[in-house]
């Protein structure tokens, strides 16, 4: 028990002189990347490294037009870092709104501060959920356990009895309690080991590992490659005996430059996390906090969406509808007394806030309390009144009234309405030993049925038919009585049969359970853990949303959790995406900008990596033919500007509702390099009778309208449907490209020194056949599954 002196906790004045000594406990844990992180991650990159070097080389030894890629090195990196710093300050922000909080005693009164808010000496009312500040030591233990998985990986929860300690970054599991802070700030457990405590598993990306792969591949090709092309232009120029009696090294190594520039995806990156950022930024304006960008792709991939009923499907905020009395020869007035103490608890959970509210007596004194659990479904406690003792226990109808079926049959039947029921009764041999230890066998005088309510949310049906028209099977996952869950899943339309988990005692009986069932009743915490495990080892992609303590594992183990904004900390902590308003109705936008991020970077990768390997052809055909690199670096920085880089910007955010389709890479690579081919062999074929039989800027020029001509139909194909902007998009890159050519100071810049002869002919007949080539492919590529045109 408490002593006085702790119980009233500190005072106004106590704690106002422990934040001027700075005895507080100020957090050091960012919520997203850091400044510095950004910059270094935008700038100091491989494909950036290279592309600076051949700058560098343009600036010492050529014409600084033929610099002009650079300038896109420093737009993408510019891009980048404004729009991941846009997205830092929206998830900051948003971070602050789903931060959790403490409740404290001071001054005698229970109150929530924020965690930076706790200081030395603080006296902690924990209840299940509650995350621990601070270093604290127990001074009132009611069956207080912890999860200290986070600090220890330990996942069974471990109990703390009066004198324990309890570490900083772990979550009350079950019970009540008190503690009394003991080290804050920098000298707490979670401030020596942030970075153990925040980490978890990063949740799978497709696209991630997609694009990880793509530069792993390229980043060893790329040394060879380039050691080849320097050879190769060596001895295009009259080999090393000769290199440097004129310009032939200065020439070599312009060729190099643009044989390397043609090769570099370097916007590739860039589009893939603006596509992420651009999503968590809209996601957060409509109240969803995605802890991991990657995540808003996960949502996509989403088969099976586990739901708890309650915050979910209905709005959470329970309301009292009435007690109603059962036959016992129970004392009313005495048994109402019981749900005052049973509200008194100031530990306690959400129904004891409820009945406190409701119920309120000064006559009784509790003696022992035996907290609320998930796995027993009950809570209890023995108070003295008027100097006699009794015990009282509160919770689930089919444990408190077994062995009553008519009380039982009539809770039932309130269930059967959609209502929340527990029911009271009185133990007269006493309460069972031990915090934690089941009813069964205890004798219980059924006293009162407590029948609590809570409001549908309105928008749960609509959203429901959503993600049965998006093939999202949803399977409701609750604690409460499955007759209560179905009918309130009934009202919202969810078919499907209704199981009462408690039934189920080994993974057999729970996988068959889930194979058919759509609401599955008084289900346990282990037993949601073993449901999403199950369903992965199927083959299933899982998102789990919780808002309890006892939701948290489950939530942690799928691939993708979902915490409400209003959940508990422990819950919010392991999720990837936070409803901060606890709108279920969001997660629709989740899965749409989910869906639009993989389609649209499957997209423009296809458009990216189709120039690598064209430019990759021609940097080998030419070094091994010993000829004159086709392009000028500028006339390439040209082509890829405006048939690449500006078009997949807009791409990558226009709206597209394709459902996903596994196999992202295999899909890229096999369409990508066949049409990369086709447009090498198109440049190749132009260049090639050319470049001896008319001067070479011509040449090069022709050549150039050539690759655009075959690069414009890549990205025709892509873009479809070819709605009015698509329209809009390709028409304007035409013109702009027509307008270079055709204007003598962009034409002099680009040096496209062309004349409507039949070499200008032969460029544009050789670009249509490559066009048609691309047509064909795509058509046979579409019937293969490895293109869709889908949006």
């Not at 990063?202 to 060893?220: F, P, Q």
């Amino acid at each position: 028990m408490l002593s006085e002196g702790i119980r009233e906790g500190l005072s106004t004045a106590e704690v106002a002189r422990r934040r001027e000594d700075g005895r507080v406990n100020t957090q050091h844990q960012p919520s997203s990347r850091s400044v510095s992180d950004i910059l270094r991650e935008n700038i100091f990159t491989l494909f950036n490294g290279i592309l600076t070097a051949c700058f560098v080389v343009v600036l010492l030894l050529g014409d600084l037009r033929d610099g002009f890629f650079f300038g896109i090195v420093v737009v993408n990196a510019l891009i980048g870092i404004v729009q991941e710093y846009r997205a830092k300050r929206v998830l900051d922000r948003a971070a602050l709104l789903a931060a959790p909080h403490s409740r404290v005693r001071r001054d005698g009164e229970v109150v929530t501060v924020a965690l930076e808010d706790v200081v030395l000496d603080d006296l902690l009312v924990l209840r299940p959920g509650d995350q621990i500040p601070a270093d604290a030591t127990v001074v009132e233990s009611t069956g207080l356990s912890l999860d200290e998985s986070m600090l220890t990986g330990e996942s069974d929860p471990v109990f703390k009895d009066d004198g324990a300690l309890l570490l900083s970054g772990s979550h009350v599991a079950s019970g009540t309690g008190f503690a009394v802070v003991t080290a804050v700030g920098a000298d707490s457990y979670a401030s020596r080991l942030t970075s153990e405590i925040r980490k978890h598993s990063l949740v799978r990306s497709e696209l991630r590992e997609a694009t990880n792969r793509i530069l792993v591949y390229l980043s060893w090709l790329l040394g060879p490659l380039i050691l080849i092309t320097l050879v190769g232009r060596v001895f295009t120029y009259g080999g090393f005996a000769t290199l440097f009696a004129g310009d032939g090294w200065r020439r070599a190594l312009l060729d190099a430059v643009a044989a390397v520039v043609g090769m570099i995806p370097e916007g590739l990156v860039l589009l893939t996390s603006l596509a992420f950022g651009v999503a968590a930024i809209q996601l957060a304006s409509r109240k969803v906090l995605v802890q991991e960008l990657a995540a808003v792709e996960v949502l996509a991939r989403v088969d099976v969406l586990c739901l708890d009923k309650t915050g979910t499907l209905t709005s959470g905020e329970l309301t009292l509808h009435g007690v109603e009395e059962l036959p016992g020869g129970v004392d009313p007035r005495l048994a109402e007394t019981a749900l005052a103490a049973f509200g008194a608890d100031d530990a306690g959970n959400a129904t004891s806030g409820i009945l406190g509210s409701r119920f309120r007596s000064d006559r009784f004194r509790v003696g022992r309390r035996i907290p609320f659990s998930s796995a027993t479904k009950y809570s209890g406690l023995t108070m003295t009144v008027d100097g006699a003792e009794t015990s009282w226990v509160l919770g689930a109808p089919e444990r408190v009234l077994e062995g009553h079926p008519e009380p039982l049959e009539r809770a039932m039947a309130i269930a059967a309405t959609g209502r929340r029921v527990l029911a009271l009764g009185r133990a007269p041999r006493g309460l069972p030993e031990g915090a934690h230890a089941p009813l069964g066998g205890t004798p219980v005088e059924p006293a009162l049925l407590v029948v609590l309510g809570e409001d549908l949310r309105p928008e749960a049906p609509e959203t429901l038919r959503y993600f049965a028209e998006q093939s999202v099977r949803v399977v409701v996952m609750s604690g409460d009585n499955p007759v209560t869950v179905a009918a309130i899943a009934g009202s919202l339309g969810l078919e499907g049969a209704t199981i009462d988990a408690s039934t189920l005692h080994t993974d057999e009986e729970l996988a068959e359970a889930l194979a058919s069932a759509s609401v599955l009743g008084r289900v346990s915490p282990d037993q949601k853990r073993a449901a999403v495990r199950l369903l992965k080892e199927a083959g299933r992609t899982v998102a789990m949303t919780g808002d309890g303590v006892n939701d948290a594992m489950a939530v942690k183990d799928a691939d993708l959790g979902i915490a409400m904004g209003s959940g508990t900390a422990a819950t919010k902590a392991v999720s990837r995406v936070v409803l901060l308003d606890d709108r279920f109705d969001r997660l629709p936008n989740v899965l749409a900008s989910g869906r639009r991020v993989i389609a649209n970077v499957e997209r423009v990768s296809n458009i990216f990596l189709a120039k690598t390997t064209y430019g990759i052809l021609l940097a080998l055909v030419s070094a091994v033919l010993l000829w004159p690199f086709p392009f000028l670096p500028r006339q390439l920085t040209l082509v890829s500007t405006l048939a690449i880089g500006i078009p997949s910007f807009f791409l990558a955010l226009a709206p597209n509702r394709r459902i996903y389709t596994p196999g992202v890479l295999h899909r890229i690579l096999r369409y990508s390099v066949p049409t990369g081919l086709i447009a090498g062999a198109t440049a190749i074929a132009a260049y090639a009778p050319l470049h001896r039989s008319i001067p070479l800027h011509e040449a090069r020029s022709v050549t150039t309208v050539a690759l655009f001509c075959v690069s414009l139909w890549i990205l025709g194909v892509l873009t479809r449907p070819l709605t009015a902007w698509r329209w809009a998009l390709l028409g304007a890159v035409a013109g702009v490209f027509a307008l270079v050519c055709v204007v003598p100071s962009t034409a002099e810049f680009f040096m496209m020194h062309l004349q409507l002869d039949l070499s200008l002919l032969w460029g544009i007949a050789v670009g249509a056949v490559g066009a048609v080539g691309i047509e064909v492919f795509y058509r046979f590529a579409k019937r293969r599954g490895l293109v869709f045109d889908r949006v």
